[in-house]
């Protein structure tokens, strides 16, 4: 069956003048910057949020860490029972030692095999206020490492001092040494003393010593003092090693007086009273075992040094 179509003759709606152009709102055509442009924003978006939370997590974790550094409860995530966790965390105490005493003779023993560490040792110690009279190289008995030993629980605190001045661990009570304090330097040790600023001194202190023999620690040095020293030990040499010692301290008239037959105590002679208190002090640079005695008979003070001497 066909289908009739009809013709229409043209009127005005199908007719428009050559000049006309298209009115109303019409779709520009998308650019490749507008298609993307909602997803960029998106991104951008979504990486500020990851960047502003990064940020307060590493302000965080900084604000935590010195809490927990001072407060190791904290850090291991729970207090220790009976305490409070709002409690400031207490300081780490300061090592402090003891003001050097110079009325507490040091022995110095080279035992190992850097040499001239006897003699740096002891500048050492006598810069910062120690006595040190004597060094030698004679090894203690089981000392295996650089030590600090003292033959008194009267010496410990100086010898704790030495040991923090010269930056030895080892303190330990050796009632075999015949020295107040004798420090042994090995061969670990090295060949260098560290330097002054390592030791922490406590203002006012009491000297270790000054409880011994308070007489001794009020006497100085008196240079014009006669000192003899008489060797009764038998170890060759001994009486100028120790005047070596006393005129190095101060007592610059000792002098060597020979020889004498062997005798078992160290003995720091008087002749009159009023010369104990020197006689003390003198002792006490000796030996800390010496001991001294008022004898009217002897020209000036005398040192015998008997074979209890191991310096």
Not at 1 to 21: C, G, N, R, S, V
Not at 137 to 149: C, K, M, N, Q, Y
Request: hydrophobic share 40%.
């Amino acid at each position: 069956m066909a289908i009739e179509t009809t013709e229409y003759a043209p009127d005005e709606f199908d007719l428009k003048a050559a000049e006309a152009q298209h009115r109303g709102v019409h779709r520009a055509k998308v650019t490749p910057w507008q298609s993307v442009r909602p997803y960029f924003f998106v991104f951008a978006g979504a990486v500020l949020v990851v960047a502003a939370a990064y940020m307060f997590i590493r302000l965080n974790d900084q604000a935590v860490k010195p809490e927990a550094a001072g407060n190791p409860a904290a850090s291991a995530g729970a207090a220790a029972p009976g305490t409070s966790t709002d409690a400031a965390p207490e300081p780490v105490p300061q090592q402090t030692v003891v003001a050097p005493d110079p009325n507490v003779a040091v022995i110095v023993s080279n035992a190992g095999t850097v040499s001239g560490m006897a003699g740096k040792v002891q500048s050492a110690l006598v810069e910062s206020g120690w006595s040190v009279p004597i060094i030698n190289s004679t090894p203690v008995e089981g000392v295996t490492s650089s030590a600090v030993l003292y033959s008194d629980e009267q010496f410990k605190a100086q010898a704790e001092a030495v040991a923090v001045r010269l930056g030895i661990d080892t303190v330990e009570l050796n009632t075999s040494i015949g020295d107040a304090i004798n420090v042994q330097i090995l061969t670990e040790y090295g060949d260098t003393v560290p330097p002054e600023s390592t030791t922490v001194v406590t203002q006012g202190a009491e000297p270790a010593g000054a409880t011994a023999t308070s007489a001794a620690s009020d006497t100085q040095p008196d240079p014009s003092v006669a000192v003899a020293v008489v060797n009764g030990n038998g170890k060759a040499g001994l009486a100028s090693t120790i005047v070596g010692g006393l005129q190095a301290y101060g007592w610059a008239s000792a002098f060597s007086n020979g020889n004498t037959d062997p005798t078992p105590n160290t003995v720091v002679y008087y002749p009159d009273a009023s010369q104990e208190a020197v006689a003390k002090s003198i002792a006490q640079t000796v030996s800390a075992s010496a001991t001294v005695s008022l004898d009217a008979s002897r020209a000036q003070i005398t040192v015998v040094v008997g074979t209890d001497f191991e310096g």
